[in-house]
């Protein structure tokens, strides 16, 4: 006889919708079920899988929430309610086989679903805003199915809310999913989106057991690993990354592209140019986290300051190299008040001058 708590109880229906350039990727999501150093199993995930998981957090985009942002506090409560007051909650996802295998290639697919039917197979719990438990069963999804060139699948409110929630996130570039060939060159993707501006430093041993490879050394690692996800990653997405290795040490050096191969739209390209320059002028400059949030926030609010940034900027560059001066010397502080001189005089001596006088941004 069947148990009534072991009976899923369907609440949304997700039927695919176009696909964006960016997903936002929950920080959580990835060190806690796609990171190959706490879920060794992650590694034998078929390339569709990463790519259904990457496909579900483009459809679910219009519902994600950050738990602290008292603008969504209503999105958050309509999850609540619907999710987490009663065990067994589930939302179903439906898409074309061919939003995740261009060619239709049933086979590759059908070992993705069974991959995420069987990962973290089990009860799963979590507690609501009133102090519930409340319990789910399954994988990372439950009940898939593939008929008339579509595939359908359940997803557990556990594993929904780990998707939906965005307490930390990063923008991803959806499309990377499928420029790669297997799921752990997507995995180091994501992990590279988690890197500081300032990189880190790995351990060849350690890095090349996280991600199942057998090199004997750091350079042939190196040679054969970091080299072809470089191309990749300087082509298709939004984030590549420089290296260098010294004995069995690989420094890994991120950066933000500013051109790629992908087709997409011209507003995620002036968002993207926006993030690569703002970055470059951190990392040359030593700039704070408060001086780009006021770059950040005055482009935010009149494009036409990134312009005016860019030929201030362009404006000192020049001035550097014809006195032969390296323009790294320009530091912090110094830099800022520099920068500011040069965006007021560029500014007075433009159309934006002669529209308001004094209608220059402030970035002191």
Excluded: C
Excluded at 114 to 127: C, P, T
Excluded at 273 to 284: M, S
Aim: avoid cysteine; glycine fraction near 4%; charge should be positive.
């Amino acid at each position: 006889m069947e148990n009534k708590e072991d009976k899923p109880i369907e609440k949304r229906h997700y039927q695919g919708k176009k696909n964006s350039d960016i997903v936002n990727f929950p920080v959580d999501l990835r060190r806690n079920f796609l990171s190959p150093q706490v879920n060794k199993e992650i590694l034998d995930a078929p390339v569709s899988a990463t790519r259904i998981i990457i496909k579900i957090l483009n459809d679910i985009s219009h519902d994600q929430f950050r738990g602290s942002n008292k603008l969504q506090n209503k999105q958050y409560s309509l999850f609540e309610s619907d999710f987490k007051t009663e065990n067994n909650t589930f939302a179903r996802f439906t898409f074309k086989i061919t939003d995740i295998a261009e060619r239709g290639d049933y086979l590759n697919v059908k070992k993705g679903l069974e991959f995420l039917e069987n990962y973290k197979k089990g009860w799963h719990e979590s507690v609501n805003e009133k102090g519930k438990k409340i319990k789910s069963l399954g994988g990372f999804i439950t009940n898939s199915n593939i008929s008339d060139g579509k595939i359908s699948f359940l997803m557990s409110s556990f594993f929904l809310e780990q998707v939906i929630s965005l307490e930390r996130y990063n923008p991803a570039y959806t499309e990377i999913a499928w420029k790669f060939t297997k799921s752990k060159q997507i995995l180091f993707y994501l992990w590279l989106l988690e890197v500081p501006d300032k990189g880190t430093r790995v351990n060849f041993i350690t890095f090349q057991e996280a991600y199942g490879y057998n090199y004997l050394d750091a350079n042939t690692y190196a040679k054969n690993v970091l080299k072809s996800l470089k191309v990749v990653l300087d082509k298709y997405s939004n984030r590549s990354f420089n290296y260098s290795v010294k004995g069995d040490l690989i420094n890994i050096i991120p950066f933000y592209t500013k051109d790629t191969e992908l087709k997409i739209s011209s507003e995620t390209n002036k968002k993207q140019e926006i993030v690569q320059k703002l970055n470059y002028w951190k990392q040359r400059h030593n700039l704070s986290k408060y001086n780009i949030d006021i770059l950040k926030s005055l482009i935010n609010i009149d494009y036409s300051n990134f312009k005016l940034f860019q030929k201030a900027y362009s404006n000192i560059l020049k001035t550097y190299r014809a006195q032969k001066i390296p323009i790294v010397e320009l530091q912090e502080n110094e830099f800022i008040k520099k920068f500011q001189e040069e965006i007021i005089e560029t500014y007075k001596n433009s159309a934006w001058g002669s529209v308001s006088k004094n209608g220059y941004p402030t970035i002191e």
